[in-house]
């Protein structure tokens, strides 16, 4: 690696996402009807995913009584993790990795304010349809009937729950949709620097970060999203709180994969002022 190289290490991971955000531009003015299916196919992988996450957790909830429920949420957290996997090998489109992909674009001036709110609109457009899709599916069968309705009933309730306990509540939710959107585009670092090269270990890193998001109970403005969905429709939901939720997710989803890691990465390994200085320091050559 050239000096350079060590001095901005990241290169390679802002050429691959400026090249990406080009195409996602373009594919979000001109082919419009392809990007928002590719956005509505990760809507619809989260909506398998969170089904067979909450399918695992009431199993393990439902042996003796209850002891190993903490045990299911361990391995349901693991399951749902496939799900960015899933879309990102099937080149599908999710809004909380387009926000760095924009923030990258706009610190480079490769993409205006305008576009970016373009694709991050038809994004999650396309997010919720994929969603909706699911749950229509699920209205008509008994996926969620019995225990695992229970499980994604509770999770709804603990996620609105933010919303009704005020200021500290909106404080508290805000601050984990910033984390949980830091890990999930800290995995994409990992995934677009080049330094790791077999699917193998990509995958292992994105499936770690939406395990520890999961786990831990960080924030998704789109996995939020699909779940309203599926149980607005079969069951019921108080929209106003949950149009309130996603307010407040979304917002902190860009700052943490927006700004903490887009702009952060894209300011670190910018390598431009540098490049002045050391052609500043260069002596001026002498003719004969």
């Known amino acids: 690696m050239t000096d350079q190289g060590h001095l901005f290490p990241g290169k390679e991971f802002i050429s691959t996402v400026l090249d990406a955000l080009d195409t996602k531009t373009r594919m979000s003015g001109g082919l419009a009807r392809v990007y928002l299916m590719r956005a509505a196919m990760a809507g619809a992988i ?50 909380t990795s387009n926000m760095m992909f924009v923030a990258v674009g706009g610190y480079f001036r490769r993409i205006n ?5 373009r694709v991050l609109t038809m994004c999650f457009i396309g997010n919720f349809l994929g969603g909706l899709a699911i749950a229509l599916i699920v209205m008509g069968s008994t996926l969620v009937d019995g225990g695992v309705g229970d499980q994604m009933s509770a999770s709804v309730d603990v996620k609105l729950a933010f919303v009704t306990a005020g200021p500290a509540g909106w404080s508290d939710l805000f601050m984990r949709a910033v984390l949980c959107n830091f890990m999930i585009n800290l995995a ?42 599926i149980q607005a429709l079969n069951g019921g939901i108080d929209v106003g709180l949950a149009f309130a939720n996603l307010g407040i997710v979304l917002a902190g989803n860009f700052v943490g994969g927006g700004l903490l890691i887009g702009f952060y990465y894209a300011y670190a390994n910018d390598d431009r002022r540098y490049l002045r200085k050391q052609r500043g320091k260069q002596p001026e050559s002498i003719s004969d």
């Open 46 to 95: 989260i909506g398998v995913m969170y089904l067979t996450a909450f399918s695992v957790v009431d199993v393990f909830a439902s042996i003796g009584s209850g002891e190993l429920y903490g045990i299911g949420r361990l391995v349901g957290a693991l399951f749902f993790g496939f799900a960015l996997v899933f879309i990102y090998f099937s080149k599908s489109e999710l809004l």
């Open 113 to 117: 304010c305008l576009r970016s709110f």
């Open 188 to 229: 994409m670092v990992l995934v677009y620097n080049g330094m790791i090269k077999d699917a193998f270990t990509k995958s292992l890193a994105m499936i770690i970060s939406v395990f520890i998001f999961v786990f831990v109970g960080f924030e998704h403005s789109v996995a939020n999203t699909v779940l309203f969905t």
